[in-house]
């Protein structure tokens, strides 16, 4: 089976209190497209500018990114700027300039409108619907969102909600979404806005799955260094589609092994800059990195 992946392709300015990096290949479908390249090959569908590098085109291919589906427009790549502080868990947005996003409607070549599997990372959720409306019998469809669709597009998300089979999003955006305090009642509030699955992503503690299955709760990969935490969401998101799409199947019998990839790979993102350290990793580091999370947390 196939994966499709909707997403923004951008380039980010990265600031730590150690390092500040510019421009450097991000946007949620980068780092989720990359992610899920570990376990297939999956079709990103994009928008870029006239000066998006060609080495981060080179890049996707070397990863079987399929790159088909992004598209290059007159004018400037998508820019974020985002600065951490010292605990490396706040992030300030400083700016996001759209560029080419402004205008873009996402149109699916052919191929890609049969596929089984459909990633909507993180972007406007009007533009997350627009992908749905295209699909021919999608089999599991699973959408990011973040804080600030919450503050100026909550009626696209909400109608979003009611199309996807899995919804996932960190810890404050699911008090924000829900206007519950606690997160783990906040699920099933989640789960009525649409999402048979729900994730909660909580950062460096991990992450909870909730489903007719019940709860299944998934540590983040205890790391000693963390560089630049950037992308390490769509990194989790993309490792975790990535891989029920290779085992297609009942989704409920991969789930879990599938987060317990999606904290691995999102630890790789972490120890680098951008995509740095996670397009030098390999399918082994990965499978290493899992037996020791496995063995971590077994009684
Ligand atoms: P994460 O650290 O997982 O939250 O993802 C950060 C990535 O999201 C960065 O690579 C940004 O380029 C991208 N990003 C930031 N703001 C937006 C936005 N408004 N829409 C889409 N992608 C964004």
Redesign the pocket.
Known sequence: MSLLVF??T?L?SISTPKKKNPRLL???G??AAVAASFFIAPRLIGVVGTDFPKKYISLFKKHKVNIKGLKVRDGKT?H?A?EYEVNMNN?R?LS?ELGVVDGYSPVLPAAHRKLKYVLLA???PGAQEAIIDQLDKPKFIVADT?D?WMNVAMNDLRSLLKRVDMLVLNDSEARQLTGDDNVVSSLSKLHKYGPKYVIVKKGEHGAILSSKKGLFVAPAFPLAKVED???????FVGALVGYLAKNAGSIDANIRKAVLYGSVVASFCCEGF?LNRTTKTTRAEINKRLRELEKMTSA
Not at 229 to 235: E, K, M, N, V
């Open positions: 997403g923004s951008a980010d991000g946007g949620s980068s780092h998508f974020w985002g992030r947005t996001t993180n972007n406007p973040m600030l935490p950037t992308g390490a969401g769509d990194s951008g």
